[in-house]
């Protein structure tokens, strides 16, 4: 594998569900991040993760958790969602923080419908 | 503070001809200005960066951009548009070291006439 993987690519749940969102970076950064993209709409990001700490969390709702056991992986654990969570959930990383120089690397993102 | 402007939600060219896509950004700062690409079902991929060094900036796959401080833009073009350019497009300004300071265009999709 290599480059930026995310699993699984689609998934369908309930709004009672409990459901995980999985990311493996294999470029051996140590930053990694979770954004929303929902139609119509700019990318909205998520939360960040830098060595391993959460160091950015924006305003997100509770029923999204996240969790980064180490630098090449990253989880988005999912918990009584909305069907408006219903969006393209994708995962970058990159090498340092992103902003002034550093590029993100993302995965193709995972297709998340909630009923 | 800072945003961008994406001024086209669609362009439509036919193949062979030239492709423009068009970003206005407002920065306080000196910014580090990306242009993105994200093909149906796939993530997004950098197609360019410019980061001060100089003002026309080549990419991937034939794509090139122009800084013009001037007119706070930083313009997409391509000579000779392919089939395979078929895409959304994000324009993208940063100028922190730090994520939340990361601020992506809504996005340019670029359809190819036969």
Not at chain 1, 46 to 52: A, C, K, P, R, T
């Amino acid at each position: 594998e290599t480059g930026v993987t995310q699993t699984p690519r689609h998934l369908v749940m309930g709004m009672t569900n409990k459901k995980s969102l999985k990311c493996e970076q294999h470029l051996g950064h140590n930053a990694m991040y979770w954004y929303k993209q929902s139609a119509k709409k700019p990318l909205e990001l998520m939360f960040v993760y830098s060595l391993e700490e959460r160091v950015e969390n924006n305003s997100v709702p509770s029923r999204f958790s996240p969790e980064c056991p180490n630098s090449s992986h990253l989880f988005l654990h999912l918990h009584t969602l909305q069907p408006e969570d219903s969006a393209l959930y994708l995962c970058a990383s990159s090498q340092g923080l992103a902003g002034g120089l550093n590029e993100q690397f993302f995965g193709p993102g995972t297709r998340l419908t909630v009923l | 503070a800072q945003s961008v402007t994406q001024l086209d939600s669609h362009v439509s060219v036919s193949e062979g001809t030239p492709v423009l896509l068009r970003c206005n950004y407002s920065s306080s700062y000196s910014p580090s200005l990306f242009w993105y690409v994200q093909h149906p079902n796939k993530g997004l991929q950098l197609l360019l960066k410019y980061t001060s060094a100089a003002t026309l900036v080549k990419g991937i796959n034939g794509f090139e951009a122009e800084f013009k401080k001037s007119e706070t833009s930083f313009h997409l073009t391509k000579p000779s548009a392919h089939m395979s350019d078929a895409a959304e497009y994000f324009c993208v300004v940063s100028g922190y070291s730090s994520a939340s300071k990361i601020i992506f265009g809504s996005g340019t999709r670029l359809s190819i006439r036969p």
